[in-house]
DNA sequence: TCATTAAATGTATTATAAGGAATATAAACG
DNA sequence: CGTTTATATTCCTTATAATACATTTAATGA
């Protein structure tokens, strides 16, 4: 299914690899914001438009029955970057070069 | 330039031929909000989306690197409709199935 | 001129998004 | 365990978007 705006913005976010709080530095808004957003909330439109233009997102307006073909075209570029698996959060956040884990283990303790 | 969002609906609109009280009853939001929104004034992003729907019109969050290929795209399609000449009201707002444009018959109605 | 239609604006009220700051929850890791 | 980091949430206040009309402005054409 396609994905709703806020999870786009979102998964932009963290392909960036930044917190809220540094998008929300960013783009000048609350880190509340940011958290409430891309939980689903209603937000204006300056509030999306600044946290986008902090992700370099561009919103596009596209007549319906053009939005097929751009799909597309992104779903191709999309398909050049795999991130299937979660990461963690200092697999988000740092970068690692000492060892990367893959798969995940609930052994806390 | 680029257009703005408000910009490109409202061009939308014009391009289907609606009102904005049309638009408004459509969308379910008030023709206030069609006017000011059109006019670059603040909106919620659900007053946006339904709008938007109601104009057939997607918001494709797209990153910038990859903006430019998709505007190509656009503008490509945008090109097949070359509406440079603003249509007075009655041009855009009825269908003229018949040539009564031409003639100068002050029939009454 | 007058009537009609679309669009812009006025006003009062209500609803709610945003700001500001803090705290709570949760996950990850030593 | 405790610490750290990120995210979700709480409280209160303020700003403003949305509603529900009504009215005005502007263009168009009979």
């Known amino acids: 299914m396609k994905p709703t705006l806020h999870e786009t913005i979102r ?3 963290l392909a960036l690899g930044l917190s809220q ?4 530095r ?3 808004i609350q880190q509340r ?5 891309e939980r689903g909330a209603d937000v204006t439109l300056s509030t999306l438009l600044k946290l986008a233009q902090a992700l370099d997102v561009e919103l596009i307006p596209v ?3 053009d939005a097929a073909k751009l799909e ?3 779903k ?3 398909g050049l970057a795999p991130s299937s698996s979660p990461p ?3 697999e988000r956040y740092q970068v690692p070069d000492d060892e990367m884990r893959d798969g995940e283990e609930p052994t806390n303790g």
């Open 26 to 28: 960013r783009s000048g």
């Open 21 to 24: 709080v540094e998008a929300a």
């Open 33 to 37: 914001q940011v958290s409430v957003f």
């Open 76 to 78: 191709a570029k999309r």
């Open 11 to 13: 998964a932009r976010r």
């Open 88 to 90: 963690s959060l200092l």
């Open 72 to 74: 597309s075209v992104l």
């Open 63 to 65: 007549p319906r029955e």
